[in-house]
């Protein structure tokens, strides 16, 4: 009895830690890579959910084949709003911050006033109902999905930076941006395509996580609350410290859950991410690059 | 009120008025004129230069629900049903042959900016009454203000009770209203191990208190109470609990995006609902139709009010609503408090016949008063709250409930019920 709640709570963790790791993950790379803090990434998560919703609603297309569309349309928003705010602010930092939370902040009015404040419904696929069973083990196969979904997006981010060329010029202009440009890299466009990735990476997120939670123009505000607190303690730009956080995280305010309460749970998360960040200010693997 | 005192409270009350809207800076400074230079010596004259009171002219209503932030999901269906009830009042010719003139602030969801807007409906623009707001927290924020002013809100929401203001009409269902019937029935029905859990504030721990009296009543347990932060969207632990305490009713007291989440999350680890029922004191139609039909097929509401509740008086309402505010628009239990609210109001002002309109006076009208509302003929007690008539109901796939009981006689609200000794009155709070 006993250690079938365990193991519950343990995949509970899991489950949790998945979709830290989705919304967390765009806002890593796009700190590490720009040092920007995307105070406009909850509503990236929003806009994502919402994409999947109006694709649902109105042209009839479940989840699954919504994924890539959403992927690309987030992006794209993504990329515009490098183009048009973002990139002015790249040595102004504090600014950043600013205009990215006043882009949060229209994009969430314009969500409300547009489609209105109202809770939608987003339907996950039917292919992911129901439950598998282990003895007193249970496990969901629709956050089973999820977690799959969000190792394979860690898989391919990782590749997509160490493999390819995209991935070498991206890393040349973190290290050094002037340099690289002295090589015929285009700083600038490849800014745009990080920004735009680390978007539709979390219109991905928000398309997957909807099912579970509620679809409202606030969703995203919540969400990356949790995905700052993992980007802060895997050492903000890391992508294994953004792994190995969510992991940890998730673990934690699960058993946290089971020994307490939920409430109880987040309060002794909270101090310690708190002592953490006191012993260990820049987290568990901070990004080791000469600047 | 003696005439003297008319005179400076007028003056404080242009003042305040002045400085709360400048555009107006023209017309509230002649009217500053006239209380300055004749203000105290001759009131009958500020008699006419307050249109508000005037006979047969408007009568302004503050309308004081959030159409953005957080609490505007429910609060714009609030406002809607409000506005609908006074477009219908309008169209039949008004309250004793006076329009209602709704006038409407937007609190942005924001208790501090419902107090301020509420100050600025009852002193710059005179209202008479005002209506408003979903949440605790703002009512009490406005509580204060009405309170001073001896100004009245109407105020639509069910709530936790253990509130017995002079200045504030309570619509909605207090504890004792939503459970005296429904916890016996489920315990009957499902079991007596109750599993509480709500978000963490006043209103589900006070519901909560009255459902462990009732349990203990029935010989019954809970077998685990605990309550989640607001907006709170992970439940994966809440629902391996359950699963390890296996209760045989959950008892849920969760409010709107967190209620949602919770119910989509159960639904889809496959609890059966014929086993281990969700029995709600919060969810509506309009978190069934967020969550998806199916999520919520099975499980119980307790409310006075449901959209599927078969009589002349929904039919109408119902209908009205949807010509107005499109087809796939929904009523809810608080919905139709704030749309039968404006028309006790109206009742209440037409009792009062050629007697002086002020807020007092209306609320003193008001005792008595009876509605046939889209829920029943519902009665506003001395206590100010309202008898209703509790139903118990399933939800169906199509997001519609059914209601499978229906209270023989109106429920009178207790709103101290939990709290032996303490009564609710006519002259106020009384303690034994």
Redesign the interface.
Known sequence: MDSAIFFNQLFAGLSTASILLMIAAGLAIIYGSMGVINLAHGEFVMLGAYATWALQTFFGLGMLISLPLVFVAIGAVGWLIEKGIVSRLYNRPLDTILATWGVGIVLQQAITLGIGSQSRFVQRPEIFDGNLFFGDLVISNYRLFILGVSLGMLLVTYLLLTRTEFGTKLRAVIQNREISECYGIRAERVYGLTFAYGAALAGIAGALVTPLISTTPTMGTTLVVDAFLVVIVGGVGSLVGTALASGLIGEASAMLSMIFNDTTGRILLLVAIILLIRFRPTGLIPQTVRG | MSIENFGKRDDVAVMEAFVLKRRTFLKNASVLGAVTTTGLFAPSILRTVKPAMAQGADLPVGLLFSL?G?V??VE??LHDASMLAIEQINDEGGVAGRKLNPIIEDPASDPATYADRARRLVIRDRCISVFGSYTSASRQAVLPVVEQRDNLYWYPTLYEGRECSRNVMYGGAVPNQQQQEFVPWLAEKHGKRFYLIGN?YVYPREENNVCKILLDRLGGEAVHE????L????F??????I??EKPDVVFCTLV??SD??FQ??FH???FDPAETPVASLTRSE??V????GDAAAGHYSSAPYFMSYQSPENEAFVKAYQDKYGSDAVTHFVSEAAYFQVFQFKKAVEKLGDQELTAPAIRDASVGVSVVAPQGEVVIEENLHTSLWPKIAQWNGDGQAEILVQSDDRVSPVPYWAYEGSTCTAEGLKRA
Not at chain 2, 226 to 229: G, K
Request: proline fraction near 3%; glycine fraction near 10%; charge should be neutral.
């Open positions: 953005t957080s505007a999901v714009k269906t963490n605990e309550y989640v932060p907006g709170h969207s992970d994966s632990s809440v629902i391996n609990r699963r390890a709107g995006d949602v989440a989509r999350q889809a680890a496959g309009i978190e139709q967020a969550m998806g």
